[in-house]
C-alpha cells in the first residue's frame, strides 16, 4: 500500500493546503506573514479562487501550465495554489536564472500564461507565441476583482499539480513532473516525523519557494497544519536574514550549508542574531560539514538537523533527527521511504561499502516532462535512483560518498561542470578547459576551473580577471569559478579525452 491510498482519489492540493482550513474553522489563522501585512487563511482562501476563477476567464483549461516568475510573497503563494485549484499546472520558475536559461525553462513547460515581477524579467520578451503574460500588478488585481470560484476543481489525486526545474548534467532544464499527492505525502513523512511541524509554528525559509526544499519548507509544511510561512522578497543576505528573524521570530529555521556558512561569518564580524525563538533547524541542498553544525550550535545553542532531499523526491527522505542526530552525515531513512545502496554488481552494500543510493516513496516524480529517455534512466518501478553514492555505518547512518556524475552542489544548488566549461571555452584565450568540485575553508564545494590558455595569451592574473567577467556575464553567480589555475595542457586520456579526475585528485574534493 502507498502512502496516497489513504487519500480519496478525487483530491486537489489547493483544497487540502489552503481551502481545507477555512472548512474546519481555521480561517482566522495567519498563513503568511511578511513585512508588509499579515494573510489570513480566510483571505488566502478568497484570493485562492478568485486567481483560479480569473484563470478560467481566461480561457486557462485543465493541465495547462502557468509559470511564475515571482518574488517570495503573497503572489507566488496566491498563484502557486490557484494554478492547482483551477486544476492547472503550476510552474514556479528560478528567479535568478539568466534571460537564455528562463527563456529554455519556458519553451520547455510551454505555458498558457506566464505571471512575472517586471522588475524579475522582461515577461513578453520570454514567452513564446499563445502564451499570455499578467504582470505582478495585473494578477493581484484579478486575483483580488474576478468572483471567488465555488470550489476547487475536482482533480484525480494522482493528476498532474507543479513542475519544477532542475539541471541536467550539461545544464540543460528538466521539468520535474509532481502530483496532487506528492507534497501532501512529504507531510505525512518529514513533516510530521521530523518537523513535527503543528499549527503554532512559523516557517523561515532561506531558500527560495522556487527551489522543492523552499516550496515545501514554507508552502505545504505549514499550510498542511494552518501555520504560518514568514515569506521575504529580498536577497537573503545574512543582515536580512538576521532581520526577518528579529521581525517575525519563526519557530523553524531552514538553510542551505552556505547560508548556514555565512550566517556564522557574519556573526564573526560582530552581526547581532537573535534565534531564541527557533525551535529547529534545518539544512539541505548539499552535505553540511560537521565542522559549520559545531560552529552553529556554539554560536545559537541550536542543532542544525542536516537531511538529503531531491526535486524528483519533492523533498527530504534522509534525515538526521533530535535524537538520532550525527554531524557530518545524513542521518536516517524519514518515515514513509525506504533507500538502498546497491554495489557495483547490483547487489546490496554492506555496512560501510560505498554504493549507489535508491530510494523508495510516495512523493517521487511521475516523470520528467519531454524527458522520456531521462525519466527511464531514473526510475525503476517504485525506485529512483538519485545519482548519490553513499555507505550506511553500523549505527544506521547515512554517509554521503559523492556523486556518480560530475555534478556539483553550489550553495545547495546544481552546477554543471560542462556548462561552465562551454562559457569559459567561448573565449578566445582560452584553448581547452575542464571544471572540479574544490572545498573551500568551511568545507563547502565550489568550482574550480583548469585552463590551458591559446598560445599566445599570458597566463597571468590580468586573463584570471578577464574570465570571471566573461564567466559572470554568461552563468548565474554560484556557477562561475572561485579559483582559475593555468595550466600549459589538461591531463587527458588515449583518446584524448579530458580526465576530470585527475585534477579532481589535485584538490581536496569531497
Ligand atoms: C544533493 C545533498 C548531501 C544530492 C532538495 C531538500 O537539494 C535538493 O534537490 P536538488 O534536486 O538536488 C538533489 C541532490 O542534492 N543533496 C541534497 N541535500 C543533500 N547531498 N547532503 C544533503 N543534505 O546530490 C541530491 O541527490 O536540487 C533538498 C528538499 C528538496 C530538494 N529538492
Redesign the pocket.
Known amino acids: 500500500m502507498r502512502a496516497s491510498d489513504h487519500l480519496p482519489d478525487r483530491f486537489n492540493a489547493a483544497e487540502w493546503f489552503v481551502g481545507r482550513h477555512v472548512v474546519e474553522g481555521r480561517a482566522a489563522n495567519v498563513a503568511i506573514v511578511t513585512d508588509e501585512a499579515e494573510t489570513t487563511y480566510g483571505e488566502l482562501d478568497s484570493l485562492v479562487r478568485g486567481f483560479a476563477a480569473a484563470l478560467e476567464g481566461a480561457g486557462i483549461h485543465r493541465g495547462d501550465r502557468i509559470a511564475l516568475i515571482l518574488p517570495d510573497g503573497l503572489l507566488l503563494s496566491v498563484g502557486f495554489w490557484g494554478a492547482i485549484a483551477a486544476g492547472a499546472v503550476a510552474v514556479p520558475v528560478n528567479t535568478l536564472l539568466k534571460p537564455e536559461k528562463l527563456r529554455a525553462v519556458l519553451a520547455d513547460c510551454d505555458p498558457r500564461l506566464l505571471v512575472f515581477d517586471e522588475r524579475l524579467a522582461d515577461g513578453p520578451a520570454l514567452a513564446g507565441g499563445g502564451c499570455a503574460c499578467w504582470e505582478r500588478g495585473e494578477a493581484g488585481r484579478r486575483a483580488r476583482g474576478t468572483p471567488p470560484a465555488s470550489g476547487y476543481a475536482a482533480t484525480h489525486r494522482d493528476g498532474f499539480a507543479f513542475f519544477l526545474y532542475?539541471s541536467g548534467t550539461t545544464g540543460e532544464p528538466k521539468g520535474v513532473v509532481h502530483l496532487q499527492h506528492d507534497a501532501w505525502v512529504c507531510c505525512r513523512t518529514y513533516g510530521e516525523h521530523v518537523l513535527r511541524i503543528g499549527p503554532a509554528d512559523r516557517c523561515f525559509s532561506v531558500a527560495k519557494l522556487f527551489?522543492?526544499?523552499g516550496l515545501?519548507n514554507a508552502q505545504y509544511f505549514p499550510y498542511d497544519v494552518g501555520a504560518c510561512a514568514v515569506l521575504f522578497p529580498g536577497r537573503p543576505t545574512p543582515e536580512a536574514v538576521f532581520e526577518q528573524v528579529r521581525r517575525h521570530r519563526p519557530t523553524l529555521f531552514f538553510g542551505v550549508p552556505t547560508a548556514y556558512a555565512q550566517l556564522l561569518a557574519a556573526m564573526d564580524r560582530g552581526a547581532s542574531a537573535d534565534f531564541s525563538g527557533v525551535r529547529l533547524c534545518a539544512?539541505?541542498?548539499?552535505?553540511?560539514p560537521a565542522s559549520v553544525f559545531e560552529k552553529w550550535r556554539e554560536r545559537t545553542g541550536l542543532p542544525i538537523l542536516?537531511?538529503?532531499?531531491?526535486?524528483?523526491?519533492?523533498?527530504?527522505f534522509l534525515s538526521n533527527r533530535t535524537g538520532a542526530l550525527r554531524a557530518g552525515s545524513?542521518g536516517k531513512p524519514v518515515p514513509g521511504y525506504e533507500v538502498r545502496i546497491l554495489e557495483e554488481s547490483g547487489r546490496e552494500a554492506r555496512p560501510g561499502e560505498i554504493g549507489d543510493l535508491l530510494v523508495r516513496g510516495d512523493s517521487t516524480m511521475a516523470f520528467y516532462w519531454n524527458k522520456h529517455e531521462a525519466t527511464k534512466r531514473a526510475l525503476e518501478g517504485d525506485w529512483i535512483r538519485?545519482?548519490?553514492k553513499y555507505h550506511v555505518d553500523p549505527d544506521g547512518f547515512y554517509w554521503?560518498d559523492g556523486?556518480s556524475d560530475d555534478?556539483l552542489?553550489v550553495s545547495?544548488?546544481?552546477v554543471s561542470p560542462v556548462e561552465v566549461e562551454a562559457a569559459l571555452i567561448a573565449h578566445s584565450a582560452v584553448l581547452e578547459c575542464a571544471v572540479v568540485g574544490e572545498q573551500d575553508a568551511d568545507g563547502l564545494v565550489k568550482p574550480h576551473a583548469f585552463v590551458a590558455p591559446r598560445p599566445g595569451a599570458a597566463a597571468t592574473e590580468d586573463l584570471a580577471d578577464t574570465l570571471r567577467a566573461f564567466a559572470k556575464d554568461r552563468l548565474e553567480p554560484y556557477k562561475c569559478p572561485r579559483w582559475i589555475t593555468f595550466l600549459p595542457e589538461l591531463p587527458k586520456t588515449a583518446t584524448g579525452k579530458i580526465q576530470r579526475y585527475v585534477l579532481r585528485q589535485s584538490v581536496s574534493p569531497r
Open positions: 532542475s527551489f522543492a526544499y515545501g539544512s539541505a541542498g548539499e552535505a553540511l542536516d537531511g538529503i532531499g531531491s526535486t524528483e523526491i519533492c523533498h527530504i545524513s538519485t545519482g548519490d554521503q556523486r555534478m552542489k545547495g544548488q546544481w
